[in-house]
């Protein structure tokens, strides 16, 4: 995989995690930690930066085995948000995705850009026949995201995630090489 991937918005970039991101990076979190905690389970396991440098570690170990990449979402060089491919299944050439954004730069474009240049990569780089997101039913603004970079609904997967205290539904949504590249030929 690209160390820094490009998107279609120039002050946009994808970096993957690095160490040194570690108190920036948990810095976001929790000032976000409101508004993530909605959607992200693991939100409550990041109480220090120590704790995101060790996600930070092993991310790292799992991009070296191409099992995962985690990317800095880096506006301007800030960093605003990350975007990944959380699991890999290389035999079957899938991925699945996931992302978030501080809710001050939502709204902006910025997560669909990088959902879009991430899916590039993962069809070019990593040459992916099928790119999934399984967001919960009720989180709207990702569910856009994944309507705006051409994700197909396949259905709802009942109470797949825990939620700090309840369970939730997931839509499962794809979108196959195929339909990736039709779409950037413009057919």
Not at 70 to 82: F, K, S
Request: charge should be neutral; proline fraction near 2%; aromatic fraction near 8%.
């Amino acid at each position: 995989m690209t160390p820094e991937i490009k998107t279609e918005i120039p002050s946009l970039k994808l970096r993957l995690v690095r160490e040194e991101d570690a108190e920036e990076l948990f810095l976001r979190n929790d000032q976000n930690r409101g508004h993530l905690r909605q959607w992200m389970p693991w939100l409550d396991e990041t109480k220090s930066a120590s704790d995101t440098l060790n996600f930070i570690r092993r991310s790292l170990v799992a991009a070296t085995a191409g099992t995962q990449y985690h990317y800095a979402l880096l506006l301007d060089g800030e960093l605003i948000g990350v975007v990944a491919f959380n699991e890999i299944n290389k035999m079957d050439r899938c991925a699945t995705i996931g992302y978030w954004l501080a809710k001050s730069k939502m709204g902006k474009g910025y997560m669909t850009a990088a959902v879009k240049a991430l899916m590039d990569e993962g069809f070019q780089q990593l040459e992916l026949n099928r790119i999934q997101a399984r967001v919960a039913t009720a989180n709207y603004p990702s569910q856009a995201v994944c309507d705006r970079v051409g994700l197909k609904k396949e259905g709802v997967l009942r109470q797949a995630e825990w939620l700090y205290d309840h369970y939730v539904d997931l839509t499962m949504n794809c979108v196959l090489r195929s339909e990736w590249m039709a779409r950037l030929e413009g057919k």
